[in-house]
């Protein structure tokens, strides 16, 4: 019903930047909220950054400051700006969406950061 794809995942070194994008698509209502989650092997899918219903940004403590997230609702994408990457960014990061208690997720994109 609904689909989410990822794009702008690759590989960079410590400090560098990248700037992932989702673009959803589908059965999509006026009321839902979009969000990037990461999740690294052998650890929990966590919340990066996401929009709350009322506009307001939540970003995890780890990214503050160095992670940005921006909309364009015409279009039903989210972006996510990564600065100042660190190893401990590698993650495959995924797109999220969520309307009326229901969560729809995208295929992820890799992200990695190393030497």
């Known amino acids: 019903q609904v689909q989410l794809v990822e794009s702008g995942g690759g590989t960079v070194q410590p400090g560098g930047s990248l700037r992932l994008s989702c673009a959803a698509s589908?059965?999509?209502?006026?009321?839902?909220?979009m969000g990037w989650y990461r999740q690294a092997p052998g650890k929990q899918r966590d919340l990066v950054a996401a929009f709350t219903r009322g506009g307001s940004i939540n970003y995890a403590d780890s990214v503050k400051g160095r992670f940005t997230i921006s909309r364009d609702n015409a279009k039903n994408t989210v972006y996510l700006q990564m600065n100042s990457l660190k190893p401990e960014d590698t993650a495959v990061y995924y797109c999220?969406?969520?309307?009326?208690?229901?969560?729809?997720w995208g295929q992820g994109t890799q992200v990695t950061v190393s030497s």
């Open positions: 589908g059965s999509i209502f006026s009321i839902y909220t």
């Open positions: 999220r969406l969520s309307q009326y208690g229901s969560n729809y």
